[in-house]
């Protein structure tokens, strides 16, 4: 097919032949994206979940404005900066304990990319060579080629599958199926040297808003601990208060070797992530070896002015009730999703925090990648981003939204309901 489109931007996810981007949105701000024509759109999914807080959170806009007066990007090889520094050991006080050092980098996949560079170089470097990944059905780790191969295969990335490294895959913990997922694992860890289990915490996002409990988490980490193999968790969507917690793993009361961070850190207003990990980990490539330090960098490493918009979003959750505020859109979520627990257009009504998901039953959702564009048709007719994830519409705000704006939302999910099932009689 020949495109002739006005604009040369290639969109993420986004299939220019059926459904080409043309809308400019020329400002944002609370829970809302202000396009051109002036339409107020409610981002009921945080633009991709990265806004935490609000849209341009007035302290964090103000410290990205005092950053870039003083510094843009500084090479993190050879020197360091305050932001960077008051940043790490912020990020520290707030992790779960046992994590000591932070490596930064600019985005989720990377977070992700380096914690498995992190974990094999430690077996590398401890004289136990290991080089098996466990990871979960349904997750998603990222885009690159090493967090795809990790990630659950599919339709969006079967061109690439001749280049995706094998990983060992345990079932998702389904409700009252917990246990196959835990037999799995440690059957794993027996048979082969699993070098680190890679986990999204409670949610497994873009996989279709799973959720699971805490306890699995908890028990996922004492298998992993009895066969020295390391515990990742992918924070990189729950963390930030996603979840209800500032971490996700919290809830577990565990400690994982590494975590990821990334999406929430700076509030969403820039790219930047961090992978935490333990003193074992650091301590194996520390060396007067050079061939055992870290080889790893991204350009931007670092970048002032994304650490100190990461500062800034430290400190509101030190000033701000932020705790008070996601307990409080928790409930107003409950108290949304109860007459649809036993509504029989919808099925697996759930929630984890800030997270409500519910799937439109399948039966009469119909062929479902037609249900997907006209559930997305329908939201945006009513000024609500909604992106809804095959049959899986969830709503996972920022965090300043205000009853009647979920209202809106929820009644929404109920008339489009009603306009599936019309279609499909
Ligand atoms: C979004 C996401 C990533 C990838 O982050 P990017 O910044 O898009 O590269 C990784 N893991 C999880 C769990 C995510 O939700």
Redesign the pocket.
Same mark, same amino acid.
């Given at each position: 097919m020949h495109s002739d489109l006005q604009s040369p931007v290639w969109h993420p996810f986004t299939q220019h032949g059926l459904d080409p981007v043309t809308t400019k949105i020329v400002r944002t701000e609370g829970a809302y994206l202000i396009d051109e024509h002036g339409r107020l759109v409610l981002d009921a999914i945080s633009s991709?979940?990265?806004i935490t807080h609000r849209h341009r959170h007035p302290a964090i806009a103000e410290a990205i404005q005092v950053a870039a007066e003083t510094l843009d990007q500084v090479i993190f090889a050879e020197y360091t900066h305050e932001a960077a520094e008051e940043l790490a050991t912020g990020l520290l006080r707030v992790a779960p304990p046992g994590l000591a050092h932070v490596f930064y980098s600019?985005? =989720?996949?990377? +977070?992700?990319e380096v914690a498995l560079k992190m974990a094999l170089g430690f077996f590398h470097h401890v004289g136990d060579p290991r080089s098996r990944i466990a990871v979960m059905e349904h997750?998603?780790?990222?885009?690159?080629i090493g967090?795809m191969s990790a =990630?659950e295969r599919g339709v969006f990335n079967a061109p690439y599958g001749a280049l995706l490294f094998d990983v060992d895959r345990v079932p998702f913990p389904e409700a009252s199926r917990e246990q196959d997922t835990l037999d799995a694992f440690e059957r794993l860890c027996r048979d082969r040297k699993i070098a680190a289990l890679l986990v999204?915490p409670l949610v497994? =996002? +873009?996989g279709g808003m799973k959720m699971y409990s805490a306890r699995i988490l908890t028990e996922l980490k004492q298998i992993a601990e009895r066969f020295h193999t390391l515990l990742i968790v992918?924070?990189?969507?729950?963390g930030w208060g996603r979840t209800g917690t500032l971490f996700a793993c919290e809830q577990a009361a565990i400690s994982p070797d590494i975590l990821?961070t990334?999406?929430g850190i700076t509030g969403g207003a820039l790219?930047l +992530?961090a992978t935490l990990c333990s003193h074992e980990i650091f301590d194996a490539h520390f060396s007067t070896d050079r061939s055992r330090m870290f080889f790893h960098s991204s350009s931007y490493t670092a970048n002032p002015i994304a650490c100190a918009a990461a500062v800034a979003n430290l400190k509101i959750w030190q000033t701000e009730p932020v705790a008070q505020r996601i307990e409080e859109l928790g409930r107003l979520h409950q108290e949304r999703l109860e007459p649809f627990r036993t509504d029989p257009r919808f099925a697996n009504v759930r929630q984890t925090g800030t997270i409500a998901a519910l799937d439109l039953d399948v039966s009469t959702a119909g062929y479902l990648s037609d249900v997907g564009p006209k559930l997305r048709r329908f939201f945006r007719d009513r000024d609500l981003l909604i992106r809804p994830l095959g049959n899986v519409i969830y709503l996972m705000t920022p965090y300043c939204v205000v009853p009647n704006e979920l209202d809106r939302a929820y009644a929404a999910i109920d008339e489009v309901a009603d306009m599936i099932r019309k279609a499909n009689k």
């Open positions: 991709w979940w990265v600019d985005s =989720g996949s990377t +977070a992700v997750s998603y780790h990222g885009d690159t967090t =990630g999204e497994l =996002g +873009a992918d924070e990189v969507m729950t990821c990334s999406k790219p +992530a």
